[in-house]
Every structure is written in structure tokens, then in C-alpha cells.
């Protein structure tokens, strides 16, 4: 399942939510602030509850991103 195409945000989101299994319907407001989208953020949340390991969030088209980790 693909929720967050871009490197940058990935990476944000990833330090934001750490550890998966403290991700909570609490989270949402920061999560559609790094997301920009609330209907996305939510479906982190129902995935990281569905996930059996990592988070399900895929990258697609990582290496053509623009964008580094420096800020």
C-alpha cells in the first residue's frame, strides 16, 4: 500500500512515529501537519494497527526525489 511518495516526508514522518506501536489516533493532528493531508494521515494510523512488522508505508520513485534530510 502506498500513502507517502516522497522521500523527504517519509523520512519525517519515520522520525515522527518511531516507534509504531505508541501511533494512536492521538498523533493524527502532527501527522496531517507533516502529511498536509488528514485522510492520509489516518491511513498511517490504520496501518501502522495492521502492520505485523515495520510500518507499511511505502516510498515509490526514492531515488528521483528531490528533496535531502537537510533542513
Not at 8 to 23: E, T
Amino acid at each position: 500500500m502506498k500513502i507517502v511518495n516522497d522521500n523527504y516526508i517519509y523520512a519525517k514522518l519515520a522520525k515522527f512515529i518511531d516507534d509504531k506501536s505508541k501511533l494512536s489516533e492521538d498523533k493524527l493532528p502532527a501527522l496531517t501537519d507533516i502529511l498536509g493531508d488528514e485522510d492520509k494521515a489516518k491511513e498511517v494510523v490504520e496501518a501502522a494497527k495492521a502492520s505485523m512488522g515495520r510500518i507499511s508505508i511505502c516510498i515509490s520513485n526514492a531515488s528521483s526525489s528531490p528533496h535531502s534530510m537537510a533542513a
